[in-house]
């Protein structure tokens, strides 16, 4: 199993430029998240998702899309790139069931700045 | 008042020494709790989860006093592997969401 991968490792952007930060798992895990780490920071969750079709906002959704076609895919889009988007992203997915917690694995990352 | 909180440290320890950290939560109702570990540019990665009658795991104890709020971790004959991040993560009733604190620094030195 490749677990959680994400690509592309780097980018950067300029300022108003779109682009979309891919994570994909081969776990079968339902729920997928994506968050923000600015440095010194804790992460900050973005948007999740409890299965395909259906995601919700976190903590910071402003400047973000995401969409969930499939179990194994949670891109996160950035339409109009700004200077604050500069961080490391992290997508993360876990099995849920009832309401029992079971551990979040995390992707390597993307490391994003916005010039 | 942020909902989880750390001190950034860092905690700079020689081999062979016992250190410890706390995190505060603010929400009563918080179920669950969690620390991670984070190496420098890497992903974080579940170290060990903190249950109500404490747990250990080799040099690793966590506890968790619901009275105070906090929770903690004690490493015990630090090695200068265990140099890293310690990030504590709380989890709340309802949906599987889980706060972050910002993370205490532990730098091991020989």
């Known amino acids: 199993n490749a677990g959680v991968t994400q690509t592309p490792k780097f980018r950067i952007l300029k300022i108003g430029q779109s682009m979309t930060l891919q994570c994909a798992q081969d776990?079968?895990?339902?729920?997928m998240y994506w968050y923000r780490q600015d440095p010194g920071m804790g992460l900050k969750l973005i948007y999740y998702s409890v299965g395909a079709g259906i995601t919700d906002k976190g903590e910071v959704p402003n400047g973000y899309n995401v969409s969930r076609s499939t179990t194994e895919d949670f891109p996160l889009r950035l339409e109009l790139a700004a200077p604050s988007q500069t961080s490391v992203y992290f997508c993360a997915s876990s099995y849920q069931s009832g309401s029992s917690y079971n551990e979040q694995f995390f992707g390597p990352g993307t490391r994003l700045t916005v010039l | 008042r942020k909902e989880v909180e750390q001190d950034p440290g860092p905690f700079n320890v020689p081999e062979g020494a016992t250190v410890a950290f706390n995190c505060t939560y603010s929400n009563s109702a918080s179920q669950s709790f969690f620390w991670y570990r984070q190496d420098c540019r890497k992903e974080p990665k579940l170290l060990m989860s903190?249950?109500?009658s404490g747990n250990e795991d080799g040099r690793f104890t966590a506890q968790l006093n619901r009275a105070s709020q906090y929770i903690s971790l004690l490493i015990r004959d630090s090695k200068l592997s265990d140099s890293a991040t310690y990030l504590c993560?709380?989890?709340?009733?309802?949906?599987?969401?889980?706060?972050f604190g910002t993370g205490t620094r532990l730098l091991v030195s020989p």
């Open positions: 903190v249950y109500s």
């Open positions: 776990m079968n895990h339902n729920y």
């Open positions: 993560a709380v989890m709340n009733t309802g949906f599987q969401k889980l706060v």
